[in-house]
């Protein structure tokens, strides 16, 4: 079949358009930012889409020879770059309507579990529009709704699971009891590439679940025993204690820094995210893994175990970077200015080129640290932060070379720094 894979970058949506690729069918991944993803998937025909701009039009010729489409497209709430009412209701629908018009009947759409329970959240509220508008169209359509999906790539909710998971002594998680089916990401693009077939169900709803039932606490401590890590006592974090945190993600969504600990996250937990397979179950004889399955099928390797441990580690590294350079360029402009200066003029800078250099080189310093604390091309600024500190490692020397026998340091202590900002400009890929 030839199948068109909207927000194949994704995380269910990479996996989907894998599983396709490998069983000899021709995949066009339409997403975002294609650059990226065809850089790690050049074998799939991208194609550039965006929800928040593409209208019917823009779809027709994409589809031109589709005999299936596979909507993967999410957002978990607003943001810088993310419209959710774009991204569930108003772009979903310009798709399925391009549909209808150019003759692709097959339409199979991931939404979410709960959605209907949790209609008081503007993100199921979303979800539910967006399953309405293509359930308005005469397609043999098709809604899949997943319960947690779990798989060696994580994104999203397992990436914080598996970030909780890496702290030592003492998990902290907001309730605890809340019950999922998690289903593996094999069994999940399995049920998709068998319900694409013309002969499938249609017309219907199936939610996607596997057949254990875990608490959100038997989830961490499952991972942890998975990643190695041993035992750990569960802190339930009181719904309001955790609030701040999540709204502190907010505002981090409204500065491009996507993160799971967003409002309408809070608000998933508080409904059901478990579903109920048995129709789908019976429709196709799937036989999906367990929660407890599905890790002893896949043992955890040492980068799991990486990520774990540096899922909460390296934002906060991140962050003690950008703050480093943002203080250096503002005490050196406040406190410290007149100690400033007198290195200056100790180098050879005086007269009227000291000041304006001691704020050239402040505002970089302000530019950089803020820049990092923003998230913003963090590689391009690790690199800039690199040859910065080499330039001022040189001037120091020249300047006041007695500074290398500082008992506190102050030029030997750059050289721990560069190696976290290496570190950050590393590991500095989300997907």
Partial sequence: MNV?????????????????????????????GVDAAQRRSPWLDWVGCDFRHD?????????????VVVNCVGVLQDGLGDDSRAAHVDGAAALFQACEQA????????SAVGVEAAARSAYADDKLAGEAALTACDLDWLILRPSLVIARNVYGGTALIRSLCGLPLVTPVVGGEQVFRPIGM????EAVVSLAEPAAPSRTR????????????????????WLGFGESRIWPVPRWLARPAFLVGDLLGWMGIRTSMRSNALKQLDFDVEGDPTTWLAAT???????HDWLAAHPAGVQDRWHARLGLVRPLARWALGFY????????????????????????FAGPVQLPLLWATSLFDIALGLGMLAKWRVRALVAIMLAGTVGYVVALSVMSPALW?????????????????LMIAATEDER
């Fill in 285 to 291: 004889g799937a036989t999906p893994l367990g929660f």
């Fill in 4 to 32: 068109l894979i909207a927000g194949a970058s994704g995380f269910i949506g990479s996996h989907i358009a894998a599983r396709f690729h490998a069983l000899g069918h021709d995949v066009r991944a339409a997403a975002r």
């Fill in 186 to 189: 094999e069994d999940l693009c």
């Fill in 55 to 67: 209208r019917d039009e823009d779809w027709r010729p994409r589809l031109v020879g589709v005999d």
């Fill in 325 to 348: 350079w943002l203080m250096t360029g503002v005490l050196a402009l406040t406190l410290a200015k007149s100690n400033g200066l007198a290195l200056l003029e100790a180098g050879g």
């Fill in 206 to 225: 199936f939610d996607l679940a596997g057949p254990e039932r875990v608490s959100l606490a038997e989830t961490v401590r499952a991972y942890r025993r």
């Fill in 103 to 110: 003759g692709v009947r097959r339409v199979i759409h991931i």
């Fill in 405 to 421: 026998a500082d008992p506190l340091g102050p030029i030997l202590k750059l050289l721990p720094m560069m190696g976290l900002a």
